[in-house]
């Protein structure tokens, strides 16, 4: 059984959706931000969105390609860097306190 590509769109569409309600709920329950914090908080958003992408790529549309190869590295590597940005942030503001 082949899923149509509307479907896989129609299905990545909602996962990004659904993920960015989420983190925005999060958000918004946790008050009031400085400006620091909201500055982590978008990195960690656009984070959660880009994950969001590759994992659809992997995972939903299994026979699709809906990132090229060289798209693919680039995703992941800025996964990666912001993982380590965001990973770096917490644990040097953690010593300074």
Excluded: H
């Excluded at 026979?63 to 590597?77: G, P």
């Amino acid at each position: 059984m082949v899923i149509p590509v509307y479907i896989l769109a129609l299905m990545g569409v909602f996962s990004v959706v659904a993920v960015s309600a989420a983190v925005w709920y999060i958000f918004k329950v946790t008050g009031k931000q400085n400006n620091q914090t909201k500055l982590i908080s978008l990195l960690i958003f656009c984070m959660v969105l880009l994950t969001t992408v590759y994992l659809i790529d992997k995972i939903v549309s299994v026979r699709t390609a809906l990132l090229t190869d060289n798209e693919n590295t680039l995703v992941f590597s800025l996964i990666k860097d912001f993982l380590l940005i965001v990973t770096g942030y917490f644990f040097a503001r953690d010593t300074k306190e």
